[in-house]
């Protein structure tokens, strides 16, 4: 990536109306930007928040606090909002951005927040069977939901367990199918993913494991799955089998895209094309940990994201270096992830995993490079510190209960100074 060479920037064209895009707009205000600001939104909606989709508003309904840029602070601060429409391309000349209206907007500078969308199943169509992506789909979900109705759900990741554990608590019938042995085994791993098995289990929900589904259709008031272990049957189906970026205007404009998806940026968030930055679920940032390019697909990364470009477009040259953090509440459990868990990285246990609360912390060579915990929000944040820091700390202190691992952490800076 080389510098950009803008000069002074009198405009902003933010692609996309999602969590990163709000963010954007309130960054830039709150850092004084003068300039115009223009938000290009493919939804009919203002910017709103994802994650209480699958949890309080699934719940209640209620849009109170659920949207990000209400009316009256776009009128004060002086930023256009355009909902309903895509964005096709960006012009390499001059950053112009081409609306499948017809028309075009400059931006000195230009933000992509296009974010990404379900991953669906070939011809898995009908009015019962359901993703959960907009504010659209989860009013259509809740509707559908109702004690004594049977729901499958495809993929127990935080999307599907977080639907299942609603469903659970308002008397629905579930069936959660997950291909891999385990839940989440690809972030946490087998022996990790066992325990969230049982959380899941524990709530009365048939879960089957290291199950594929091969066909999913809709026949009159009927879904069925056609799967390795055989045919079920639900009244509903909710697919949660993991997303895909939304790069096409990316792809259009010539911008460099991941072969496995998602706009390229660098640790500036900027993209192959002078003048143009992405944030959020689309982008695809390198990791120097794992040395591996990824998405990181939650609100708290497209939150810090976007304030790092933000930053970077008005020529502070700010470095994205946070440690990815996750969180889910299913199940009356809060699970949170700092980090990731390598491939071959030791596993230790603070804690019982069959307990009511418990840390697992992942090493590298003693290296803390993740920590998932169940109801120990204290240790999660702490396990930041220490990825962050990148210090080496004994496995048999990590797991000693009795060990205040903020005066463990402090005791291990010191030692390692």
Same mark, same amino acid.
């Given at each position: 990536?080389?510098?950009?060479?803008?000069?002074?920037?009198?405009?902003?064209?933010?692609?996309? !109306?999602?969590?990163?895009?709000?963010?954007?707009?309130?960054?830039?205000?709150?850092?004084?930007?003068?300039?115009?600001?223009? $938000?290009?939104?493919?939804? *009919?909606?203002? *910017?709103?928040?994802?994650?209480?989709?699958?949890?309080?508003?699934?719940?209640?309904?209620?849009?109170?606090?659920?949207?990000?840029?209400?009316?009256?602070?776009?009128?004060?601060?002086?930023?256009?909002?355009?909902?309903?429409?895509?964005?096709?391309? $960006?012009?390499?000349?001059?950053?112009?951005?081409?609306?499948?209206?017809?028309?075009?907007?400059? !931006?000195?500078?230009?933000?992509?927040?296009?974010?990404?969308?379900?991953?669906?199943? =070939?011809?898995?169509?009908?009015?019962?069977?359901?993703?959960?992506?907009?504010?659209?789909?989860?009013?259509?979900?809740?509707?559908?939901?109702?004690?004594?109705?049977?729901?499958?759900?495809?993929?127990?990741?935080?999307?599907?367990?977080?639907? #299942?554990?609603?469903?659970?608590? $308002?008397?629905?019938?579930?069936?959660?199918?997950?291909?891999?042995?385990?839940?989440?085994?690809?972030?946490?791993?087998? /022996?990790?993913?066992?325990?969230? #098995?049982?959380?899941?289990?524990?709530?009365?929900?048939?879960?089957?494991?290291?199950?594929?589904?091969?066909? /999913?259709?809709?026949?009159?008031?009927?879904?069925?799955?056609?799967?390795?272990?055989?045919?079920?049957?639900?009244?509903?189906?909710?697919?949660?089998?993991?997303?895909? =970026?939304?790069?096409?205007?990316?792809?259009?404009?010539?911008?460099?895209?991941?072969?496995?998806?998602?706009?390229?940026?660098?640790?500036?968030?900027?993209?192959?094309?002078?003048?143009?930055?992405?944030?959020?679920?689309?982008?695809?940032?390198?990791?120097?940990?794992?040395?591996?390019?990824?998405?990181?697909?939650?609100?708290?990364?497209?939150?810090?994201?976007?304030?790092?470009?933000?930053?970077? $477009?008005?020529?502070?040259?700010? =470095?994205?270096?946070?440690?990815?953090?996750?969180?889910?509440?299913?199940?009356?459990?809060?699970?949170?992830?700092?980090?990731?868990?390598? *491939?071959?990285?030791?596993?230790?246990?603070?804690?019982?995993?069959?307990?009511?609360?418990?840390?697992?912390?992942?090493?590298?060579?003693?290296?803390?490079?993740?920590?998932?915990?169940?109801?120990?929000?204290?240790?999660?944040?702490?396990?930041?510190?220490?990825?962050?820091?990148?210090?080496?700390?004994?496995?048999?202190?990590?797991?000693?209960?009795?060990?205040?691992?903020?005066?463990?952490?402090?005791?291990?800076?010191?030692?390692?100074?």
């Amino acid at each position: 990536m080389s510098a950009d060479s803008i000069g002074s920037v009198g405009s902003v064209v933010v692609v996309g !109306g999602g969590q990163a895009a709000a963010v954007a707009a309130r960054s830039l205000r709150r850092r004084s930007f003068e300039g115009a600001i223009t $938000i290009i939104g493919e939804e *009919p909606t203002a *910017p709103y928040q994802r994650p209480p989709l699958s949890k309080e508003y699934l719940a209640s309904g209620d849009e109170n606090g659920l949207f990000l840029l209400t009316g009256g602070w776009l009128e004060d601060n002086r930023v256009t909002l355009r909902t309903g429409t895509r964005a096709l391309k $960006i012009s390499a000349a001059d950053r112009s951005v081409l609306l499948e209206d017809g028309t075009s907007l400059h !931006g000195d500078a230009v933000l992509v927040t296009t974010g990404s969308r379900s991953r669906k199943l =070939p011809d898995a169509a009908g009015e019962r069977i359901h993703h959960l992506r907009s504010l659209a789909d989860a009013a259509a979900l809740r509707e559908q939901l109702r004690p004594g109705v049977r729901l499958l759900v495809l993929g127990a990741g935080f999307i599907g367990a977080e639907i #299942a554990s609603h469903a659970r608590r $308002i008397g629905v019938e579930v069936v959660v199918l997950e291909r891999d042995p385990e839940p989440l085994r690809a972030a946490v791993g087998g /022996l990790v993913g066992a325990a969230c #098995a049982g959380l899941i289990r524990g709530a009365g929900v048939d879960l089957r494991t290291s199950v594929v589904v091969e066909s /999913l259709r809709q026949d009159g008031d009927v879904v069925r799955a056609v799967t390795t272990a055989g045919v079920v049957e639900a009244d509903l189906a909710l697919v949660g089998i993991g997303s895909v =970026p939304n790069d096409e205007v990316a792809r259009d404009s010539g911008i460099e895209v991941d072969p496995a998806g998602g706009i390229v940026v660098d640790d500036r968030c900027r993209t192959s094309l002078e003048g143009v930055y992405a944030a959020g679920d689309v982008a695809s940032q390198w990791d120097p940990v794992g040395g591996v390019r990824r998405r990181i697909e939650h609100f708290d990364n497209a939150n810090r994201q976007a304030t790092v470009a933000v930053d970077n $477009i008005l020529g502070r040259d700010r =470095p994205y270096q946070e440690v990815p953090w996750f969180w889910s509440d299913q199940f009356g459990a809060n699970l949170q992830l700092a980090g990731r868990a390598l *491939p071959g990285c030791e596993v230790v246990v603070r804690g019982d995993l069959g307990g009511p609360d418990w840390t697992a912390f992942f090493l590298d060579d003693g290296i803390v490079r993740g920590a998932f915990a169940k109801d120990r929000a204290e240790d999660v944040m702490v396990a930041r510190e220490l990825i962050a820091a990148g210090l080496r700390v004994g496995a048999e202190r990590l797991r000693d209960p009795d060990s205040d691992l903020m005066d463990l952490m402090e005791l291990v800076y010191e030692e390692q100074q």
